[in-house]
């Protein structure tokens, strides 16, 4: 728990005046870049999303970390060229239509890449996303809510960035989750936090650096989000797959490693690996059920599925290191269920 949370806040903290509604199915697909000065992806990126838009398509709302900006200005943070130690990803604004195309209804802007061309950037990003139907959050005090299936779920997004809602402030989040909560049926809150690249796989008790930059402490502010209200806790950051937590009823996903790129993301072992999480979750704000679909991402960073499964197996196995008794594992049938019915831990 962070500094200065109280317990759980639950479904009653809501608005009695919000419509009851029905089980809403959320999908949440990771990191994704849609062309940047390492290649501009053919038909506007649509193949990088191609072949995994049905799994995106199958939900009530489907989010991604859009990790980069689309634009046509602003100054990079690299004052140039991108370098071994500085990347800046730009895409141009209509590969935005993408995403929309490929079912993606809202993108997380609380990352480090979203302000990579300054506010400029950032402006036109916001309305390039916006211009083709993606909702847009993680800006400061930002809560984007969306009616769905006669409920209504707001969505929030915190990292250790200026230009973002502020992960490591306890009073923020607390008081951002709270407020959501007093707009929605359902809370949804994306991080984008924790060390990066392989080794990285595994979600640490406490704080987090990279490279000499604070990365926050995600397990702790993800309790914390679901104490103060929040009802599913969706990350993305490490690049790499991360295991998922049941704690209090409530599904933590710590990170689902990159959903896409081109020719931007480093591959190969690890990196390599990610999937599609769709959970539903009942007009209360509880868990019901959760559904993972494996990938494998090819040597420019494109996702194709695999049936095999092996991204699924690697979750389960994380989870089951992390949370123990917490943690949510993922069937042959890519079926998420807690560990008390998974065979692997009781033999």
Known sequence: MLAGFGGLAGPDSADARLPVGRPVTIAWGGDTTLGSSHGLPPQQGWAQLAGVAPVLHAADLTAVNNEGTFATGGSSKCGGADS??????????????????????????????????????????????????????????????????????????????????????????????????????????????????????????????????????????????????????????????????????????????NLAGYHNFATGGTLSVSGILRVTIDHDGSFLTGRFSSLQLDSAGIPHLDPAGSAGALVSQLGRDDFGSQALVVGADGTLKPTAADPLRHG
């Open 84 to 257: 071994d130690t500085c990347f800046a990803f730009r895409a141009p604004p209509g590969n935005a239509a993408t995403l929309q195309r490929a079912g993606v209804d809202i993108a997380n802007l609380a990352n480090n890449h979203a302000f990579d061309f300054g506010a400029a950037g950032w402006r036109q990003t916001v309305s390039a996303l916006r211009r083709h139907g993606v909702g847009v959050t993680g800006r400061p005090n930002d809560i984007l809510v969306r009616k769905v299936a006669g409920a209504r779920v707001a969505f929030l997004g915190f990292s250790s960035y200026p230009w973002t809602a502020p992960i490591g402030d306890s009073a923020t989040v607390r008081s951002m989750v709270r407020r959501a909560r007093a707009k929605a049926n359902v809370v949804v809150v994306f991080f984008h936090a924790g060390a990066e690249g392989q080794g990285h796989e595994h979600t640490p008790a406490g704080p987090e650096s990279y490279l000499g930059e604070s990365r926050g402490n995600v397990r702790g502010f993800a309790h914390a989000a679901i104490e103060a209200g929040a009802d599913l806790v969706l990350g993305s950051g490490p690049h790499v797959l991360r295991g998922v937590e049941l704690y209090h009823g409530r599904v933590i996903a710590y990170s689902l490693g």
